[in-house]
């Protein structure tokens, strides 16, 4: 069972997504922490990257912040070992192919495999390119994890077989930002997820309130949250840390 | 040239988020099939001759060939289609395409502003919706073109994220088109982005070189010795090029821009001061940090000021079939002033960048030998900036 599988182990779970050095370090870390006390299952760290294209507004200027305020996936590899001294529950990094690929792919998920993470989800890197980094992947037991989309339709079934640690079923058209409204049939969506896969799916994109996604996770098995949580962070900065938990909590309790 | 997974060697591929995925696959088909379609080439034939004023000109250019003293110099006179550069081949092409395919709005980045223009253009001709993605500081460089575009119709969106140039505008636009895929068309500008735009554009842009060769056997009876063009994304280059990669005695020198040198980071000369990556839909070479942090680049024009290239060009530079040198600012601006003054023909500060290597390369060749510049579009809107980088304050 791969690491990941465990999130999935307790109810729903509850995704929350933080970027990496945005304001900085210390506050990331005090934010994973806030988050895992108040029930996160599984921790996405976002690595920035410069010209972020799938991100909305909200996460793009997380990674200015964060770049600007001089981070690298250096420190963040050393951030993580750190962390990992008492965080328990799985993480997995969010960033962008050129970011795994410029540092060297094996010096990279050999190092994601050192410091502890369980997976690596990057928004440019669909289906037809995943050999690109999932052989490497596989020798160090670190999951490539899939997304599928609304315009997915033919090809979920493809995407779903091959699937590893779980899924990640982006809700609606565009980039990630909050949402007041998720239109897409995702129930059929996960219909055929469920056909051609055990393992879990969880969605994210647009979801920011407790009644969304208690919504999403009754749908799939879980949610996972960006925008909403990077919005605490840049409206309340290094003393963020207790307002992400206490959002954390309404959103896990809500699930 | 093109692998069916749409690599060029090692280059290029589909490093898009699957949101986009089947998108790009059916205009892959949609493509295979009216590249073939005989009532499709006939239209666009056409459009090319009785629209945008095809084909354009293969100029002998004496007075710069006498002054040079060496090879004889051509000049593709791209300048003179109609919208003024090379961008309406492929943005007729793909209007088109996009219109048999069903869709009824295109939207596009630009950087200069030619292609933002030449979009308007073939969305107004062929009545779709348009809305461009310029990024602001270019909305500022190039004002003039923000007004023809919405002269044309179209809505000009100004970029405001990263370093609100030419990488930011095609940012945004691929993010417009997750949000908007059913009734639009990415009407991409260059060889770059995800397969298969590389290869559509380089196609469209391929009557370049076709004329050039007619041109050229009809004049002189032989094939050219040189032919040189400037490579931002690389759209004109690739369409100068792509009819000579055979003929291996003609050289094919792409001109990028060096901005203040490419010993400074304020350039833009990808292939001569970037590393292998992914970004915008590709593998290829890219001015980036050793993080992947995409570099912001710098050069005086607009159209070339892009931290990436071309997968094709990335390739044909790896085989050693095309060579790529750097242009500074300072040499194009010699340039644009020395063909106005030499020939009459104000060129684009973009197609200045070939016309300065020219200058160098010419004098060192025989006089029996034949150089072909691509003139990729004119001058007109670089006026007041070039005025402006030689300490007049002039404004349009």
Request: glycine share 10%; with cysteine.
């Amino acid at each position: 069972m791969s690491n990941i599988a465990k999130a999935f182990a307790n109810g729903k779970a509850f995704i929350p997504f933080i970027t990496c050095g945005d304001p900085d370090l210390a506050t990331t870390a005090a934010v994973v922490r806030a988050a895992v006390e108040n029930g996160a299952d599984l921790i996405e760290l976002g690595i920035p990257f410069s010209d972020p294209t799938a991100e909305g507004p909200v996460i793009q200027g997380a990674n200015l912040r964060a770049l600007n305020g001089g981070v690298t996936t250096d420190r963040i590899f050393d951030f993580v070992r750190e962390l990992r001294k008492d965080v328990t529950v799985p993480m997995v990094f969010m960033t962008y192919a050129n970011v795994v690929f410029s540092y060297g792919a094996e010096r990279f998920i050999a190092t994601c495999q050192e410091i502890g993470i369980d997976g690596l989800i990057l928004p440019d890197l669909p289906f037809e390119e995943k050999e690109e980094f999932l052989p490497l992947c596989r020798q160090y037991g670190v999951d490539l994890i899939s997304l599928i989309a609304p315009t997915s339709e033919n090809r979920i079934a493809m995407i779903a077989r091959e699937a590893e640690g779980f899924l990640y079923i982006v809700s609606s058209l565009g980039v990630t930002g909050m949402r007041s409204e998720i239109k897409t049939d995702l129930a059929a969506i996960v219909k055929v997820v469920r056909e051609n896969t055990d393992i879990p799916c969880a969605i994210g994109f647009g979801i920011s309130t407790p009644e969304q996604a208690q919504k999403m996770a009754a749908l799939s098995d879980g949610a996972i949250v960006g925008s909403a949580i990077i919005k605490l962070l840049e409206k309340y900065g290094k003393d963020a840390p207790a307002y992400v938990g206490e959002y954390v909590k309404s959103m896990k309790d809500a699930l | 040239m093109t692998n069916p997974n749409g690599r060029f060697g090692i280059h290029g591929g589909q490093y898009i988020p699957e949101t986009l995925m089947n998108a790009v696959i059916e205009l892959e088909e949609a493509y295979n099939y009216y590249k073939n379609d005989p009532q499709f080439n006939a239209e666009l034939t056409e459009l090319f001759n009785e629209y945008a004023g095809r084909p354009s000109r293969l100029y002998y250019a004496e007075k710069m060939t006498k002054d040079l003293g060496g090879a004889k110099i051509y000049l593709k006179r791209e300048d003179l289609n109609h919208t003024g550069a090379h961008k309406i081949n492929n943005v007729l092409g793909q209007a088109l395409l996009a219109k048999k395919m069903g869709k009824t709005r295109l939207i596009a980045e630009t950087g200069a502003g030619q292609h933002g223009v030449a979009t308007a253009t073939a969305a107004a001709l062929m009545g779709m919706e348009c809305v461009v993605f310029m990024g602001e500081e270019d909305t500022i460089r190039q004002a003039l073109n923000v007004y023809r575009m919405r002269l044309l119709g179209a809505e000009v969106v100004p970029v405001k994220t990263g370093t609100a140039t030419l990488k930011d505008a095609v940012s945004e636009a691929m993010r417009e088109w997750t949000s908007r895929i059913s009734d639009t068309h990415y009407c991409l500008g260059s060889v770059m982005g995800p397969h298969p735009f590389p290869t559509i554009v380089r196609d469209f842009q391929a009557v370049i070189s076709k004329e050039i060769k007619e041109q050229m056997l009809q004049k002189e009876g032989r094939l050219p010795d040189a032919v040189i063009a400037c490579v931002g994304g690389g759209s004109n280059a690739i369409g100068s090029f792509y009819h000579f990669i055979e003929e291996k005695s003609v050289r094919l020198i792409g001109c990028e821009a060096a901005g203040r040198g490419v010993d400074t980071f304020e350039t833009a000369a990808t292939i001569a001061t970037g590393r292998l990556g992914i970004f915008h839909g590709m593998k290829s070479y890219f001015c980036q940090d050793k993080y992947g942090q995409i570099a912001p680049v710098y050069s005086i024009s607009a159209g070339l000021d892009y931290p990436g290239v071309g997968p094709e060009h990335a390739y044909l530079h790896d085989i050693g079939r095309a060579e790529y040198v750097p242009v500074t600012d300072e040499e194009a601006v010699g340039a644009f002033e020395y063909l106005a003054k030499t020939e009459g023909i104000i060129p684009a500060i973009e197609s200045a960048h070939a016309v300065a290597y020219a200058r160098k390369l010419a004098p060192t060749m025989e006089k029996d030998n034949i150089i072909v510049i691509t003139i990729s579009g004119r001058g007109d809107k670089d006026c007041a900036a070039i005025a402006r980088y030689r300490g007049e304050d002039l404004h349009e």
